[in-house]
Every structure is written in structure tokens, then in C-alpha cells.
């Protein structure tokens, strides 16, 4: 009844084909953006912080970037792990060489140059397609791991190879380091996040979007029709590329603090983050978003509620969060194969013509 | 969702938080994973005897120890939520038994006012107490470990290690590249010639560095390695008919659960230890008592004197003498976290305190200082006897050496104050 089109006139094709062409569902989408960056922050503590909001907010960041790359562009990529290890490095050789440079400068830079790195291991996606190119972006996940392990100059010459982020401020609060509050680090990854949605949405929207999704459908006929696949493809690659190349160095700078790059960025988190868009749903900015969350609060949420409200024991808890999350992603991915975005879509259908479905 | 999960989280962390006047040791466990294996015995070492302790002496100075525990898996993703968690419960100490989460708290803890102790894991350096203020790893640590399975090899070889080889397995990751300086250094002073072999986690597939080893027969293997990596290893070094006897683990790479799998073949295994092994010692009398026969025992209760329930219960045993120490210092039994770090560091544990404590000549002496967080880093080698399934001690306490770790250790704490803008300390 509240959640319809009725009585809300457009009188422009801009209000047309807005992204929220729904009253309730705008408004509703103002007061989310307006809780994030207004309320959040005067309430938010260490542990929600650390723990809760900001991983989600990076592994969000992480997931629209493969999703561009793999739900729009139909590229499939395994190297996200390794393209995250490219902005993790980038940017702690940056904060190092250039200590007087902003972080967040730094963190832009890490992502054009993992979006270079992108466009030279996507050059074989011109060649080759579906589990083939999988297969060759899997080669760069273990090369770059591989590279990062073996060249110190990666890790400043470090004993042990692991890289610690310095304390960096902006406009006198630090962002990064130990002293790093909760409420700054929060901020910065929730600007990031939102700015990088932000893009997304409207890449995706036009010309280029639409391009790589000719692409995704049918390469031979987007090219008959003038795409051109070699633009088509490497600006995919590099745009992926640079979104993930910013979450890999907020992952490192902001969120964990020190890393070390076979245990952070190894291929278990190329799997991650391609299960996220997996589940959140290809092809899908709120999914991206319904992804990361899933994966990265429910198992929190899970661990809280068995371990601190059940008290039981920490091993049992785990094995069983474990085997909740994967009956969960099963039983989703039956109940809707185009994963919680598509979920979303159709009870908004539904709550359209509610409460007379017929 | 959205509205609801705040909701849950805040209830489960307040009924999670204990009550405040217990003296709060938090449990860093991993029970899961590749790795469980071995954190499995060392967080039920740890927890028992605090049990102990409990059920004993009623605590210690009179206030009970609660012992919350927390699943790390290992990761450092799950050990940053664990230690936001466990920070709002005020904890004095935390010992995450991980290199790698050991180096992430490392900046953390300083700010926070927590102490950290890394009974021989974590970041070497730490042992300079004026830079790494609030990082205690007593009684030995890495470079300490690689330092005396060198010795122990001159001792095999009649002090001349000139022109042999010595190979090191290692876990690629901060914990088994933190030796490699140090074996480099002593490679340069004893005109031996080291091999380094990295072995990606978790370590189930290492058949190359094997099939190197066999090529290029090394006189010695040193081996960094840790959870999976072990049992493979050594499994991998009986197939190629490697002697036994000159292959040596660090203190991580020996316990039960390493050799067991590979049956008669691990026969003559050495592995370096800071500590004693089995269970001959007075102690075990009164955790049976208070412990095992009460039903109190931690996890499934089957891990009882095997290496690194030990090796727990050792870690246990040094916070509770640091809690006593900090209590005497303050003249308070309720503690706070900045109190407990000047017991740490005003800990003295003798030869004969170890004997009231019901463990003679299990671990050698500690005493820290301002200066030094490390003890002296004492090792002794214990081999297995496959066919009595159990360790024995071959050597005495062997000394490091000083001449090259002093330098080394200075080296990288420096580094490390001025990369992070520190001054340092104890003048």
C-alpha cells in the first residue's frame, strides 16, 4: 500500500530513470545513507568497528569490483586475492616512500596501480573465455602471492615479510595504525564504499555498462553490433580491478593493520569475495552489499549468539557456524539461483501490488 | 536485519562479559582448522591450570582467574574480532599463539594497555623490553631455537661445522622466516653452507622440497613448521630415508601429534623444547586431583602430558607467577592490565620455585627486566622414541648465542622504533 507507484508523477525521463524511481524506497535509501554518515559514527565502538562494519564495508567494496568484472562483463576471475595483495603492497610501499602524502591519495593511487596490473593479466581474456580465463586469472592469484613472498623489496626488507601499516592521519585524526578510532576508521571505508557504489551504479548505467554486458550476453554479437571487445573486456579488467585494488589496501591500512600476504590474500579469499557475488547476486550493486554481509556478519552474529548467548564451547560453535553458513548458502542458492539481489527484486514486485495480488 | 543485528550482538556481549573483580585471562584457542591439531593440547594445558589454580588455592591472592576463550582459527581476521571482543572484557594478558596475530596486536596492545606474552612465538625482538614495552616472549624465542639446534649440531659434529650443509624447512610465512637472519649470521661464523626451503601453508603438499633435499643431501635439516606441515614433513623425510637423527624441529615442530602419524619411521626425531615432557612431574598429581577426577578438565580431557599441553600449562604457569608478582607489587590482589605489565617485568622464577610449584627442572629459570623481555633463552633437544611413543630429553639446557642474537635483536628493535616513532625506554 505505502510501497507503490501510484500518486509519485515523474515529469522528466531524469526522474524517470532514476535508481530509486520509488518514493518509499528513495526516502528510504536517503535515511540509510543519512544513518551511516550521521548517526553510525557517534554510536559506533572498537568491536563493531573492527569486527563488524568496517570488514563488511571492504569485502563490499571487493565484491562490486568482481562483480563488474564478472557479473557484468562476464569475465570469471579467480584473482581477486591477489589483485587485493597488489593494493595491499601499493599502498604500504606508498605510505612509506611518501609519508607526508594523504592516505586516502594513497589508497586511489594502490588502485590505479592494481588496475594496470588487472589490465595485463586480463590481456588473455581476449583469447580465452569461461574456465580457461578462470584458470589464467588463478595463475595470477598464486603469481602475485608468489612474487610478494619472494621479492623483499616488497616488504621493506622486513624479517619476518610482514608488513605493517604506519599511523597516517587525516585533518589531525588518524586513520590508519594503532591510535586510529573507531568512528575515523569506520568513516573512511564507508566513503570508499559509498563512492565506489556510487560509480559503479552509473558505470553500469551507461554506455560503457551497457557495453560490457553486451559482452556478457553474446561477444560475437556485441562486436557485430560495434563494441569493441578489446576496450570492452580491458576496461572491465581495469575498473574491476581498480575497485578491488582499493578494498585489498583499506584491508590492509585500515582494517587489519599488518599483513602478511599468504595468509591475507591467499586464494581463499578469491573465493570469498566470488561467493559473495555469488549469493548477494551477479550483475548487482545491492547484491554486492547483501553478499558481503551475509558472509562476513552472519558468521560474527552466529559466534555471538552460540558462544556469548549460549555459552557453548568455542570449537563446537565454530564447526557449527561452519556448517550453518554452508546449509544456508545452499539452501538460497536453491530457493533463488540469482542469488539475495533477485530475492530482494521480487518481494519488491510483490510488495507492489500488495495487498491484491491478483 | 539491519535494525535487528545490533540488537542480538549487544545482548550476546553483555551477557558474555564476566563479572568484573575476576582476574580475566583470555584463552586464544584454535580448535579448528588446519592447525587444530596442535592448538587443540595448548589451550587445554592453558585452561587446566588455571582449573588448577581455582579449584586449588581458590584462585590466586585470593581472586579467582576466568579463563574466557576465544576461536582464532588461526586467521588473522578472526583474531582482530577475538581481541575486540575480549578487549571489553578488561583483559591483564593475552597469548594469541600465532606469529601472525602476534604481529598484528603488536601496535595494538601499546595503545590499549594490554599485555602481550609470546611464549616462544611471535615477534624475536620483543625480547628489548625498552622498545616493545608491553610484548613479553620469556622464556626463548625463535632466533633463541635456531641459535641452539646450531649448537646442538657442533656438539654432534665436534665443533666444526666448516664446508657441511644445513637445510631449513620453513613455513612460508612471519613465523618460519623469522630464524633465516639469524642462521644466515651463524652460517657466516661457522663456515657452514644453509639452504632455505620455503614450504607454502597449510604445508600438505611439500614433495618438492623433499625431492631437493634428497638431491642435494644436506648434513642437517632445520625445520620451522607448524599444525599439517609437521606430520607431513616428517612423513616426507622417512620416505626419503632421511637420518632422523639430523633432523631437528623447532619447539612447534615435536609434538606427539607430528610424529605419530609416520609410525616406526620418525624413530630418533629431534625437536628443540624450553621445556620438560611426560608427565613425571609432582604437578600432574594435583591436576588429577582438583582437574581430571573432578570433571573439570578442558576439551575432551585426552591431551594430558603430551608436549604442547605442556607447553600450555608452561604459559599458564608464567602469567600466574607474573599475577602473583603484580599483586605483591601493587599490594592489591584486584590488578589492573598496567599493574600486571610490572609484574611481567619484575618476574623472577627460580630453580626452586619450580620445585614448590610441582615441576623440578621442567623449565629453566626466568628473570626479565626492563631491558630484557626474553629470559635467556635456553633450549634442550628431545628426541622420540617410536617404539615407547614418547619424548626424551637428550641434553641439558643449552645456552644461545648471545654474540650473534644481541646484535641481531638490537637491530630489528631499533628498526622497529623508528619506523614507528618510539623512544626507546630503561635509562
Known sequence: MLYREAGDFKTSYRDDSQTFPIKLERWGYYAVVALAFAVVPFVINDYWASAVLVPFLIYAIAAIGLNILTGYAGQVSLGTGGFMAVGAYSVYKLMTAFPDVSLLIHVVLAGIITAIVGVLFGLPSLRIKGFYLAVATLAAQFFLVWLFNKVPWFYNYSASGQITAPTRTFMGEAISGPAASAPAKYLVCLSFAFLVAWMARNLTRGSIGRKWMAIRDMDIAAEIIGVNPLRAKLSAFAVSSFFIGMAGALLFAVYLGAAEVGEAFGINKSFLVLFMIIIGGLGSIFGSFAGAAFLVLLPVLLKNLLVGNLGWPTDLAAHIELMIVGALIVTFLIVEPHGLARLWSLTKEKLRLWPFPH | ?427
Open chain 2, 1 to 427: 536485519m539491519k535494525l535487528k543485528f545490533p540488537a542480538i550482538v549487544a545482548a550476546a556481549t553483555m551477557l558474555a562479559a564476566p563479572a568484573m573483580a575476576d582476574l580475566i585471562v583470555p584463552n586464544m584457542s584454535y580448535r579448528t582448522g588446519p592447525y587444530a591439531a596442535n592448538g587443540i593440547p595448548y589451550a587445554d594445558g592453558f585452561a587446566d591450570y588455571f582449573t588448577l589454580l581455582n579449584e586449588r588455592d581458590g584462585g590466586i591472592g585470593g581472586q579467582k582467574v576466568q579463563v574466557p576463550e576465544c576461536e582464532t582459527a588461526y586467521n588473522t581476521e578472526k583474531g582482530v574480532e577475538c581481541y575486540e571482543a575480549l578487549k571489553s572484557q578488561n583483559p591483564l594478558v593475552l597469548n594469541p599463539l600465532s606469529t601472525g596475530i602476534t604481529y598484528q596486536l603488536i601496535p595494538k596492545i601499546g595503545v590499549d594497555g594490554i599485555t602481550l606474552y609470546t611464549p616462544g612465538y611471535g615477534r624475536t625482538s620483543a625480547k628489548d623490553g625498552s622498545v616493545f614495552e608491553w610484548v613479553f616472549n620469556a622464556p626463548a624465542n625463535y632466533w633463541d631455537g635456531a641459535s641452539v639446534a646450531v649448537k646442538h649440531i657442533l656438539d654432534q659434529e665436534g665443533g666444526d661445522l666448516t664446508g657441511s650443509k644445513i637445510a631449513l624447512v620453513y613455513h612460508n610465512s612471519a613465523y618460519g622466516k623469522e630464524p633465516i637472519r639469524t642462521l644466515q649470521e651463524l652460517s657466516k661464523k661457522h663456515g657452514f653452507e644453509l639452504s632455505e626451503l620455503p614450504v607454502d601453508a597449510p604445508g600438505q603438499e611439500q614433495k618438492s622440497q623433499w625431492l631437493q633435499i634428497r638431491r642435494d643431501k644436506p648434513d642437517y635439516v632445520i625445520m620451522y613448521a607448524w599444525g599439517v606441515m609437521n606430520q607431513v614433513a616428517i612423513q616426507e623425510a622417512v620416505n626419503i630415508r632421511f637420518p632422523m637423527d639430523k633432523f631437528i624441529g623447532i619447539w612447534w615442530s615435536g609434538s606427539e601429534n607430528d610424529v605419530k602419524p609416520a609410525g616406526a619411521g620418525a624413530e630418533g626425531y629431534k625437536a628443540l623444547t624450553f621445556h620438560g615432557v611426560g608427565q613425571e612431574y609432582p604437578l600432574y598429581d594435583d591436576l588429577k586431583q582438583y582437574v581430571y577426577d573432578a570433571g573439570k578438565a578442558a576439551g575432551a580431557g585426552d591431551q594430558t602430558g603430551t608436549v604442547l599441553y605442556s607447553r600450555g600449562a608452561y604459559a599458564a604457569l608464567v602469567i600466574a607467577e607474573a599475577i602473583a608478582k603484580a599483586q605483591e607489587l601493587a599490594g592489591t590482589a584486584e590488578i589492573n592490565a598496567a599493574q600486571m605489565r610490572d609484574g611481567f617485568e619484575a618476574l623472577d622464577i627460580t630453580a626452586e620455585r619450580m620445585v614448590e610449584l610441582g615441576l623440578p627442572d621442567f623449565g629453566a629459570p626466568i628473570q626479565l627486566s626492563c631491558e630484557n623481555h626474553g629470559g635467556d633463552g635456553l633450549g634442550r633437544i628431545q628426541q622420540w622414541d617410536a617404539a615407547a611413543g614418547q619424548w626424551n630429553l637428550i641434553t641439558d639446557f643449552i645456552e644461545p648465542d648471545a654474540e650473534i642474537l644481541d646484535p641481531l635483536i638490537k637491530e630489528d628493535s631499533q628498526a622497529y622504533a623508528s619506523e614507528a616513532g618510539l623512544t626507546p625506554r630503561c635509562n
